[in-house]
């Protein structure tokens, strides 16, 4: 039976093509919100950090209804360090809408998005975004996208997919670009023409794939699947069972069952083939799970997640300012919080240690970890961190591999010559060089990740802003050598106490400081990057001594350079192996992993004896 009511689709894009702001435009011209309704930019960014970042991290569901169709949408995330929560959407669609931005055209993470579709044989419809802009060359965009399918051995029928030109911001869509911009009924109508309804057996014993996990405070885990086979109903008996898992077989009860309506769950007491639905009241539920009739348990086959590259460890904070400033402190808070998190997140890996203080979390990449990391600290959180390091692998003859990323990098001319030198260092490899879309020069790396690990910051910094670097997951390969993250060294408080504007004005010509006078500070401390290559130890909360011939008024003359204020991402990747960094809801610190300076200094010899 084929399901005609229903069309299934999911929008993938590259960062900032325009994904988010399409299924808005979507939203509002199916009639979803009332007449007037005020409604916030960028609806499906629910989470405070996609809104502030504008940036999607997980993906969401949501359903308009057009001409009695009901169309299920997933809006998922385009940034590499998210494509799990790409790849695992996408076995619950029959099609996918591919957004590429007018100007940009195709750019790494399309490639990544577009190929995860292909290998599911999902067809495509193309959709050229922001065809508004002033610089827009869509014409020349479709030629690159077709090369592009043609890269990543589409099939005849996926090369003749249809091309829609809209501006989600204006709101409009159109199958020509000669005709007349009025709204986004093109798009609905090649939705329904093109993505094929679901089909299926409605009378067969009921299967159901989690392909993603909501969780709620009040109800626990909620499954979130598409009905393969059957009819799913409130109060049913199934059983859970798993492809990769096959001792799993777990006899449930379906309390509670849901399906979407625009930005709304909706109950509903049953439900049949081609619907997507949430499914709460079933306390082990995991994605790649499968719901089925307890006659018949067939899993069906789940595309395992792609593993993670990089890991940090998570550390119970001990610096002498612990416990002033955080809610959730102790290693039972943070053990908890960090394996709550693998209820929603499947590329995260969180494993005990010989430690019971510290925890070891792996992830896709510094953004990855990052998200989390801030998430943790506005709940309340007080932890440290330990510098990001790549996942290694070992090869059947025992040789080490490395995770590697292809660098695709757009600089203006004059700074291309120091970022080639910068990456040379860092082990990459140039692999191409060409001119970009705007004009300025496109720079194709292969190298490891973890030479991109604090890199982002000097690139900023050599490209005076300007530059734009996109990575992606290549594989892995050899292992390239050694390499130094960092050239300069670290300034380091010599005591505990608070650093005063004295202290401060003779520690400034050392190099550049991160705190400014009136912050607490400890021995051990990081205060600021050193101009030199070696750490230095500086007393920042030294005062001047009174003399009777000085006034009391005498150090407010004394000019203090702003000091630099780090961000998280840039804290994470200043440090060093030897350093971590301390996390509070209301402060970032850097500091030293052995704080006492002897015990350090005796560490230091050790590692280089070894």
């Known amino acids: 039976m084929v ?27 199916s009639g979803v919100f009332r007449q007037g309704q005020e409604v916030a930019e960028r609806v499906m960014d629910s989470n405070d950090l996609e809104r502030e970042r504008g940036i999607t991290i997980l993906s969401k569901n949501t359903a308009v209804t057009y001409k009695n169709t009901k169309i299920n949408i997933i809006d998922t995330p385009g940034h590499a360090d998210f494509g799990g929560e790409v790849e695992r959407v996408l076995k619950m669609v029959n099609g996918v809408i591919l957004v590429v931005d007018a100007f940009e055209g195709p750019m790494p993470q399309t490639k990544f998005v577009l ?45 003749d997919c249809p091309f829609v030109y809209a501006s989600a911001k204006s709101g409009f869509a159109v199958t020509d670009l000669n005709d007349t911009p009025q709204n986004m009924v093109p798009l609905f109508e090649t939705i329904l023409s093109y993505i094929p309804a679901p089909e299926g057996d409605p009378e067969g014993p009921l299967q159901v794939l989690i392909s993603t996990i909501d969780y709620n405070e009040y109800v626990g885990r909620i499954g979130v699947g598409k009905v393969d086979r059957g009819c799913i109903r409130v109060n049913q008996e199934a059983v859970l069972v798993n492809h990769h898992d096959l001792a799993k077989k777990q006899r449930v009860k379906i309390s509670k069952l849901y399906e979407f309506d625009g930005l709304n769950k909706v109950d509903v007491s049953s439900a049949s083939i081609g619907s997507i639905v ?23 086959p789940f595309q395992k997640i792609s593993e993670p590259t990089i890991a940090m460890n998570f550390i119970v904070n001990d610096s002498p300012l612990a416990g002033k400033e955080g809610k959730y402190v102790t290693s039972r808070h943070l053990r908890d919080r960090l394996f709550r998190e693998l209820n929603t997140d499947v590329s995260l890996r969180v494993e005990d240690t010989d ?14 970890l990052s998200i989390l990391i801030e998430t943790m600290r506005r709940e309340g959180y007080e932890f440290a961190v330990s510098k990001a390091e790549v996942i290694y692998k070992f090869d059947e003859r025992n040789r080490r591999l490395e995770p590697m990323e292809l660098a695709y990098i757009d600089v203006p001319d004059e700074f291309a010559g120091t970022v080639i030198q910068k990456l040379s260092l860092r082990k990459g490899e140039l692999q191409g060089m060409s001119r970009a879309s705007d004009g300025s020069t496109r720079l194709e790396f292969e190298i490891p990740s973890r030479g991109l690990i604090g890199f982002r910051n000097d690139f900023m910094t050599d490209t005076k802003g300007a530059g734009v670097i996109n990575t992606i997951f290549e594989g892995y390969g050899p292992y390239k050598g050694d390499l130094s993250y ?53 007393n920042v909360c030294k005062t001047k001594h009174l003399t009777n011939t000085r006034a009391s008024g ?17 804290a994470m990747e200043f440090i060093d192996t030897d350093e971590l960094l301390e996390i509070t809801p209301k402060s970032l610190r850097i500091r030293k992993k052995i704080l006492d300076p002897t015990m350090r200094k005796r560490d230091m010899i050790r590692n280089r004896q070894k």
């Open 3 to 29: 399901r005609e009511d229903i069309r299934n689709i999911a929008i993938i894009a590259h960062v900032d093509h325009g994904k988010t702001t399409l299924v808005d435009e979507l939203l509002k011209q």
């Open 115 to 159: 190929k995860k579709a292909l290998e599911l044989d999902l067809p495509v419809i193309v959709c050229i975004n922001k065809i508004d802009r002033p610089e827009a060359r869509p014409n020349e965009v479709v030629d690159e996208v077709l090369e592009l399918l043609i890269d990543l051995d589409a099939s005849e029928e996926q090369l």
């Open 355 to 368: 430690d019971t203080d510290t925890f070891k979390v792996s992830g896709r990449g510094e953004l990855h």
């Open 486 to 538: 960092r050239s300069q060294g670290s300034l380091i408080a010599f005591e505990d106490g608070e650093a005063v504007a004295y202290g401060l004005f003779n520690a400034q010509d050392r190099g550049t400081l991160f705190i400014g006078p009136g912050e607490k500070v400890y021995s051990g401390m990081v205060i600021g990057q050193s101009g030199k290559s070696e750490d230095i130890e500086l």
């Open 278 to 300: 949430a499914i709460s009241g079933i306390a082990d539920l995991h994605i790649g799970d499968t719901i089925c009739a307890p006659d018949h348990p067939d899993p069906i």
């Open 554 to 570: 005498s150090d407010e003359a004394l000019k203090l350079t702003p000091p630099r204020i780090l961000s998280l991402e840039q």
